[in-house]
């Protein structure tokens, strides 16, 4: 079954055009928004967003599992990706999901038996659970969506821990990925967990002496690996990170870090403290990042994100767009309610909050737009139809087409 047959529910014949035709004229650092000028409304789009090899990767193995296995109870750990349309279309599809979002268990170990399938989800899964399956007698390997990028940060921690190092995660600790991460780096390296610039500053503190040194054990409680001795393992120190973290803040992170050590043990030194690791973002959303960064050279009325509320990559081009413009953060075209409304979520207070009069009455108005690494492009154009929708006099998809031939 190729993944060509399984997607192109999910695909948008305009959205491929345009990805297409971009790209084919762009170099590839090019990040320049995509302009869609429909008449009585104009869009810019960013030139990178949607589905990446991991998220396509990991819903080809879902639903060619389903389709090979239809008489077998199958199980997805957690969601798949972070994107309720997904995730509910494989519910309908008597998938059962053993664990929600945020890590509370839903279906018992107990009931489930050598005889089901479970599914390892794209955001991969800690080597506990993984015992847990391999002891229930079921295969790991087959049907495992793990990204290779996420792999790429687990082998990238191995190796830090090889050489002695104490592991930094960037990352939400909650978030599936961090846990698979930080269970795998915690087995042969002392490991803990930043959220963000904030805390690596109390870190830099601690290492200097600025601080109480127990504080370490207060502030990250929970966050750090068993028998974390913080008299000598913040001596040296190797940053990695959830591969949908910010890639600004993660650079930010490593350079606090290092900073701090050279202040501490001398620039001469500097190597013997602290592991000059790469980035592990992952290309998808680096890319993203980088085009959702170029959106910002643009004047524009509001914003609109499409994605998943609990997709980290989506939330932060939220946090990036709302610097400047009015961001609403919407997971499906259904919430824009009318010319009038919008049903948009807000990421701080974490709810939905309904906005009146979003749309400007009295000019043609611009709209900034992207999409999270998570959203199917049919989504995107849903969003796209919905807000014409409300423009009668607006040109067509094909004639819009036609500006890039």
Known sequence: MKISN???????????????????????????????????????????????????????????????????????????????????????????????????????????????IIIIPAFGTSTEIEKKIIEKGIDIQKYNTTCPFVQKVWKRAFSLGENNFTVMIHGKHLHEETKATFSRSEQNAPSFVVRDIEEV?????????????????????????????????????????????????????????????????????????????????????????????????????????????????TTHLVEMLEKKFITYFIDSAEKILSTNQIKNFDIHLKNEKITDNFIPSDKKPTIILTSGASCPDSEVENVISKLLSFFPQSRSFNEVLSDFR
């Open 6 to 116: 399984i997607l192109s529910s999910y695909r948008s014949g305009f959205i491929s055009k345009i990805k297409q035709i971009s790209s084919s004229n762009a170099t590839k650092k090019n990040f320049k928004a995509i302009n869609l000028d429909f008449g009585s409304v104009r869009f810019y789009l960013a030139r990178y967003f949607g589905f990446c090899y991991g998220v396509e990767n990991a819903i080809e193995i879902a639903y060619r599992t389903i389709a090979e296995n239809p008489s077998r109870r199958i199980f997805l750990l957690s969601e798949m990706i972070h994107n309720p349309l997904v995730n509910q279309e494989l519910s309908n599809k008597n998938v059962q999901f053993i664990f929600d979002s945020s890590g509370n268990q839903k279906i018992s170990w107990d009931s489930i038996t050598s005889d089901d």
């Open 201 to 313: 500053r109390i870190v830099s503190k601690i290492i200097l002496s600025e601080i109480d040194k127990q504080e370490f054990y207060r502030i990250f409680e929970g966050k750090h690996s068993i028998g974390f001795d913080v008299n000598k393992d913040l001596e040296r120190i190797g940053v990695v990170n959830q591969t949908t973290m910010l890639s600004s803040e993660t650079q930010a992170i490593a350079e606090e870090l290092k900073n701090t050590m050279i202040k501490k043990y001398g620039l001469e030194n500097l190597h013997d403290h602290f592991a000059d690791t790469r980035d592990t973002l992952c290309y998808a959303t680096n890319n993203n990042q980088q085009a959702t960064e170029a959106l910002l050279n643009e004047k524009a009325d509001f914003a609109i994100v499409v994605g998943g509320y609990n997709s980290s990559n």
